[in-house]
């Protein structure tokens, strides 16, 4: 019963801030890295960002770079996006996956959490 679940979207305005967690179940989260990924609609998927099993690497898209930051907190079994100075760009749906390692491939998903920034 592996299971993600993202929550923390909303609507935005342009240069606000939303800070998106995903909780884990079913799995140690210690063992795997897990990697932010979002969909605008028309849109490919793309991935956002990522951070290993340990939490000493962290990966982001040149688009988000100095403005989201990821980090876990093993013990609560969660992962957080803290997303800063979003711009309109920034809407679409933002799912987590686990990864056996960041840039591996993803084997579960959460459901996705809707982020848009608009005026």
């Known amino acids: 019963q592996v299971q993600l679940v993202e929550s923390g979207g909303g609507l935005v305005q342009p240069g606000g801030s939303l800070r998106l967690s995903c909780a884990a179940s079913g799995f140690t989260l210690d063992y795997y890295a897990i990697g932010w990924f979002r969909q605008a609609p028309g849109k490919e998927r793309e991935g956002v960002s990522c951070?290993?099993?340990?939490?000493?690497?962290?990966y982001y898209a040149d688009s988000v770079k100095g403005r989201f930051t990821i980090s876990r907190d093993n013990a609560k079994n969660t992962v957080y996006l803290q997303m800063n100075s979003l711009k309109p760009e920034d809407t679409a749906v933002y799912y987590c996956?686990?990864?056996?390692?960041?840039?591996?491939?993803?084997?579960?998903w959460g459901q996705g959490t809707q982020v848009t920034v608009s005026s």
């Open positions: 996956a686990r990864q056996r390692s960041c840039g591996a491939a993803t084997n579960y």
């Open positions: 951070i290993s099993s340990s939490g000493g690497n962290t």
